[in-house]
């Protein structure tokens, strides 16, 4: 019975995130086709219910799926009988944060920031392709109701640089990096039901002028991130960020997301 109940609201999630994955899908596939990409690791993949994992497996020699949550990955099969799983890496138990064992712990913002600026050692393995599926907007979330008082802008800035810099780390030179993050929803932004499709990138603009996105999402805090960091403007050559859409996340729920797509710098050769 309980394996039944998760099965239909796997079935009802698939549905309902078809628009997205197909997003997700053309973005992720795009840069699979034309660039010698033959490994990609998905961060926040879950049981990939805004994913294309049998299609992306025809094309790659490698997947390997990352998760906080184990039994999310374990999931997986279900949802796509046609992938072969003896052939797709999971890995679970990754806390992204480095900070899920602090969440019952008491100490300073400081003592936070610096255990958030810590590396976190996802893998051993690098890939030509990574993609964060919309977590680091999860990272803030698992953590939020637990962070002592204090700036919290700092806490997250620092959260945000160490993330890209995981990222980084696990792709090879010349790979290609998918940021994928949702920036607001209708619970703020109930006129996000109104805008057309081809202006949601208007209607983003005026909810960062209004200040109106979840924490540390704003596009343009994250390049400056990049512009202006030492460790990450080093690894990336160029990064575009692309038109958002909208995710149906609940049936009353749509979450306005965009993604950032850095190119790291390949080695370079010697004479």
């Known amino acids: 019975m309980e394996q039944l109940m998760v099965e239909n609201i796997a079935t009802v999630k698939w549905e309902r995130y078809a628009s997205h994955r197909e997003k997700t899908s053309q973005l992720i596939t795009a840069l699979i086709r034309p660039e010698p990409v033959k490994s990609m690791a998905i961060l926040g993949a879950g049981s990939g219910l805004d994913l294309e994992l049998a299609q992306w497996q025809s094309l790659l020699d490698q997947i390997t799926l990352i998760?906080?949550?184990?039994?999310?990955?374990?999931?997986?099969?279900?949802?796509?009988?046609?992938?072969?799983?003896?052939?797709?890496?999971?890995?679970?138990?990754?806390?992204?944060?480095?900070?899920?064992?602090?969440?019952?712990?008491?100490?300073?913002?400081?003592?936070?920031?610096?255990?958030?600026?810590?590396?976190?050692?996802?893998?051993?393995?690098?890939?030509?392709?990574?993609?964060?599926?919309?977590?680091?907007?999860?990272?803030?979330?698992?953590i939020h109701p637990s962070i002592p008082e204090g700036d919290l802008s700092m806490l997250i800035r620092t959260l945000r640089k160490k993330h890209l810099n995981d990222l980084l780390s696990l792709l090879n030179p010349g790979g290609v990096l998918v940021f994928i993050t949702d920036?607001?929803?209708?619970?703020?932004?109930?006129?996000?039901?109104?805008?057309?499709?081809?202006?949601?990138?208007?209607?983003?603009e005026k909810l960062l002028i209004d200040q109106n996105f979840f924490a540390g999402c704003n596009p343009y805090a994250i390049v400056n991130d990049c512009e202006n960091d030492t460790a990450l403007i080093e690894n990336i050559s160029r990064i575009e960020l692309t038109k958002p859409w909208l995710w149906r996340v609940h049936d009353h729920q749509l979450n306005l997301v965009y993604a950032l797509v850095m190119h790291k710098n390949p080695i370079e050769e010697t004479s």
């Not at 998760?67 to 003896?86: C, E, M, W």
């Not at 913002?109 to 919309?134: C, E, G, Q, Y």
């Not at 929803?185 to 499709?197: G, I």
């Open 67 to 142: 998760d906080i949550n184990g039994q999310l990955l374990d999931d997986a099969s279900a949802v796509h009988p046609l992938v072969d799983f003896s052939k797709v890496e999971q890995l679970g138990a990754i806390d992204f944060t480095g900070l899920y064992d602090r969440l019952d712990q008491p100490g300073t913002m400081n003592d936070w920031v610096a255990a958030a600026a810590k590396p976190t050692k996802i893998t051993d393995r690098t890939f030509d392709l990574v993609v964060s599926d919309a977590v680091f907007s999860e990272m803030i979330n698992m």
């Open 183 to 204: 920036l607001v929803s209708t619970a703020s932004a109930p006129d996000l039901l109104q805008w057309p499709e081809d202006q949601l990138n208007l209607m983003m």
